[in-house]
């Protein structure tokens, strides 16, 4: 086993993802360059060769996705300096919550040894005065960080001013630099800033004091009730309208939305941050969602753009798709609305079948299982108990003690698609 890699436990896929992700941060930052820094690679997480390629590769996908990065050969994460610093926000803090061993033993002292080569950064990152300075934006911002948080930042921060020392100097547009100017965690940014500005490696670059506003920012907890900031108050008025809009291009309500409020706050104050400052979301339903709710897809998406236009933001369909599903959840639980079972007779068409299928979905926002008979089997057993609705392209034989049955032509007629949106949503 190559020095200075610990011994590990069986780890969990995420587990091993991120234990890869710090590894190749400690890669990208490590000077000089030796190749005994990719020695070992595969022993990180104690995998066999097969195993590291597959989790290599899904690092890979991931930071692409997510934060627009590459692992080029030298195992050195390559893109802009603030998309990897929001990679190493969220990798970090991911490590903490599900391998703290590895952190302690391994990220921590090499980010230590890696501080002595800079006399002036080693100072500025000393653990009591790091900690005093977290305290002091504590009490500018009346609000504590978690035990977790106060460690993160005494890793994090010093990682950041390292990445300066060595010439990679993070940049913001216009439009975000704005953005972030009105936050109200810019006070407290403005402490860090004066007190580590001598080990920032450029004093006079102030897009360092811009990140330290967005660091604060992406630490904070969205509630509601949490503060009084104009933002805050904003961006309440913004989601009282969303859920309006909703109602409004939907023609559904919601008996109750003080949930659906608190739940849509919470969410949407990070998704702007994330839709600012271009941080990609996995959505693993997504597929899903469009695929089995295009309905609700579709009048969320129109929902939210009023709210997009309103913060000059962009929404990827995996946010949407995420808006989606609260909006279907609390459709389901406000209206007591069921999953309705319906039945699709089939006969060798399996493209026509698709598109009934597809059409049907796109009547109702609610959630709808769909399951399919053929026509043989249909005439032979009957429909199977539980069924609210039998669908189907083709003429078929029905009795009395069927349920109702719709035949379908391509495309639906607007009254028909009123009927069974009816017929769905009824209680």
């Known amino acids: 086993m190559s020095q200075g890699i610990p011994p590990v436990r069986e780890l969990s896929s995420q587990q091993r993802r991120c234990n890869l992700l710090l590894w190749l941060y400690r890669t990208t930052l490590c000077t000089p360059f030796s190749t005994q820094q990719s020695e070992g690679l595969d022993q990180i997480n104690g995998v066999d060769i097969t195993t590291l390629d597959g989790d290599l590769a899904q690092v890979r996908r991931e930071i692409h996705k997510q934060h627009h990065l590459e692992i080029d050969a030298r195992f050195h994460v390559q893109g802009k300096a603030l998309d990897q610093r929001l990679c190493l926000l969220q990798a970090l803090r ?26 002036t950064l080693a100072s500025s990152c000393e653990k009591d005065r790091l900690t005093s300075l977290i305290e002091r934006c504590e009490s500018e911002l009346e609000q504590e960080f978690t035990p977790r948080d106060r460690l993160f930042l005494q890793l994090y921060i010093p ?5 300066n020392a060595q010439g990679h100097y993070v940049t913001f547009t216009a439009q975000q630099q704005q ?38 920012t992406l630490l904070q907890q969205h509630r509601h009730d949490s ?46 941050e994330r839709c600012k400052f271009a941080i990609g979301i996995e959505n693993q339903l997504q597929n899903e969602v469009e695929r089995m709710y295009p309905r609700l897809m579709r009048t969320t998406r129109e929902a939210l753009a009023s709210f ?7 929404l990827s369909e995996a946010e949407v798709g995420l808006i989606a599903v609260i909006f279907g959840a609390w459709l389901m639980q406000g209206n007591a609305l069921q999953e309705k079972q319906i039945l699709l007779l089939t006969d060798h068409n399996s493209e026509l079948e698709h598109a009934v299928e597809q059409q049907i979905r796109e009547a109702t ?47 639906l007629a607007k009254d028909q698609r009123k009927r069974i949106r009816s017929l769905l949503e009824a209680r």
């Open 94 to 119: 991911r490590g903490l919550r599900s391998s703290p061993a590895f952190i302690d033993d391994y990220f921590k002292p090499w980010l230590n040894q890696q501080l002595t080569q800079y006399s």
């Open 159 to 163: 990682w950041c001013l390292l990445q």
């Open 179 to 216: 953005w972030l100017h009105i936050k109200p965690e810019f006070r407290a940014a403005n402490i860090l800033y004066d007190q580590l500005q001598p080990a920032c490696g450029n004093p006079s670059r102030s897009e360092d004091r811009d990140f330290f506003i967005l660091l604060l």
């Open 227 to 272: 503060s009084g900031s104009e933002l805050d108050q904003r961006l309440m008025h913004a989601v009282k309208h969303l859920i309006a809009s909703f109602q409004d291009v939907s023609g559904m309500t919601f008996s109750s939305d003080e949930g659906l409020f608190r739940q849509l706050f919470a969410h949407l104050g990070p998704m702007i």
């Open 308 to 314: 997009a236009a309103q913060y000059q933001i962009t």
């Open 365 to 411: 926002l609610i959630p709808l299982n769909i399951k399919y008979q053929t026509l043989a089997a249909f005439h032979q057993y009957g429909a199977p108990s539980g069924v609210a609705m039998i669908v189907t392209p083709y003429a078929t034989k029905t009795t009395d003690a069927d349920p109702l049955v719709i035949h379908t032509q391509l495309p």
